[in-house]
């Protein structure tokens, strides 16, 4: 299946590139509890980030929410992180995606839900989930 042509409006679309986002790094602690089923929550409702087409920020309350393996995420080394997408430009839905899978590489836990609750903007609100899973195996 062939997607149609994308962009049809020839807008400027420039995401960061990875590489580029010079994201803080998440740090992480002994969770001594190893094996006990615990659920933490957090509210983030001032991140922020650039929309790639119009270079405009974006806002959006982020609730993110995990159960512990091995580790857990240290708390100001998650706030410098989420306040290091000032000012990256990024897709609502990419983001929540990147989050997840760099929450997961820094903790390894056992399952964790993240959701990007986006505000208004030109008259469309925007509410992103995502979920993982650790397999077994």
């Known amino acids: 299946m062939e997607l149609s042509e994308t962009n049809k409006q020839a807008l400027d679309i420039c995401p960061t590139p990875r590489k580029e986002m010079n994201l803080f790094p998440l740090k992480t602690f002994e969770y001594e509890y190893a094996g006990k089923e615990i659920w ?27 159960v512990p393996n091995r580790r857990c995420v240290e708390l100001k080394s998650l706030k410098l992180y989420i306040n290091s997408f000032r000012d990256v430009k990024i897709f609502h839905e990419h983001v929540i995606n990147l989050i997840r899978d760099d929450f997961v590489d820094a903790c390894d836990p056992i399952r964790m839900e993240i959701e990007g609750d986006f505000n208004v903007r030109g008259n469309i609100k925007t509410v992103v989930k995502t979920s993982y899973q650790k397999n077994d195996s």
């Not at 933490?40 to 995990?66: M, Q």
């Open 40 to 66: 933490i929550e957090f509210e983030i409702p001032e991140f922020t980030a650039v929309c790639p087409f119009s270079e405009f920020p974006d806002f959006a309350t982020i609730r993110l929410k995990y």
